[in-house]
């Protein structure tokens, strides 16, 4: 079965690096998603990672996979205030038509 | 290039009432899908739709829920007699295909039902 299981808060200072954490059971995952959310608004892909890769990076964002203990991280290099918001990871089955499956949100809050 | 678009942003019903959610998919995407948050809680996969068909709607609530996604026009969401649980934020995603080879997911902004 399928279930994404995310810690639900986390505070860092201004500046340092924040590092969400995802646990997902069904290994048959062919893509990992990373989303934030604002209050009040939808949801922004941040970036995505195939289930063969095991590090991506993008600009202050990188993904690691760790496949054999089914666990993704994303971190968030000088954080800044503006990255305050909930952050989804999301599990994809590929042949399953792109129907996402999300963990429950972690709740980023940036501290001056 | 004009993202998902979903209308209204906003909607109150009293219970009782009828709920119509729009939503248009990114230019060029033909797949459809629908997801619902309910307040402090993730999105969950409501039905997956592409033009004419339900591919599927293992989310979607066995009563007062339907959605379609017509030849021509935006792709719809229905609840009928709403009821104060039905109060969330309904999500809608398009994509370009249904392999996930590469593709990507892109949500709308969301359409907030509140019931009164």
């Known amino acids: 079965g399928e279930d994404v299981e995310q810690s639900l808060f986390l505070s860092v200072r201004e500046g340092d690096s924040s590092v969400i954490n995802c646990t997902y059971t069904?290994?048959?995952?062919?893509?990992l998603y990373w989303y934030k959310q604002e209050p009040g608004a939808g949801l922004q892909l941040l970036t995505y990672i195939f289930s063969n890769m095991d590090m991506k990076q993008d600009q202050r964002l990188t993904v690691l996979l760790n496949k054999k203990d089914k666990h993704l991280s994303l971190r968030i290099a000088d954080t800044q205030t503006g990255d305050s918001a909930i952050y989804f990871c999301?599990?994809?089955?590929?042949?399953?038509?792109?129907?996402?499956?999300f963990g429950t949100g972690t709740q980023l809050k940036v501290e001056l | 290039n004009a993202g998902v678009m979903q209308n209204p942003r906003h909607l109150v019903r009293r219970r009782g009432q009828e709920a119509r959610l729009r939503c248009s998919p990114m230019?060029?995407?033909?797949?459809v899908y629908w997801y619902r948050q309910l307040p402090e809680e993730g999105l969950k996969f409501m039905v997956y739709?592409?033009?004419?068909?339900?591919?599927?709607e293992s989310g979607m609530p066995k009563e007062r829920f339907s959605a379609e996604f017509p030849k021509e026009g935006p792709s719809i969401l229905r609840i009928q007699q709403v009821v104060r649980g039905d109060s969330a934020a309904y999500f809608c995603a398009s994509s370009s295909d249904r392999t996930g080879s590469g593709n990507t997911i892109y949500f709308g902004e969301g359409s907030w039902l509140t019931v009164v």
């Open positions: 999301a599990e994809s089955l590929g042949g399953g038509g792109n129907k996402l499956t």
């Open positions: 069904d290994s048959s995952s062919t893509y």
């Open positions: 739709l592409q033009k004419e068909n339900i591919i599927d």
């Open positions: 230019k060029g995407h033909s797949h």
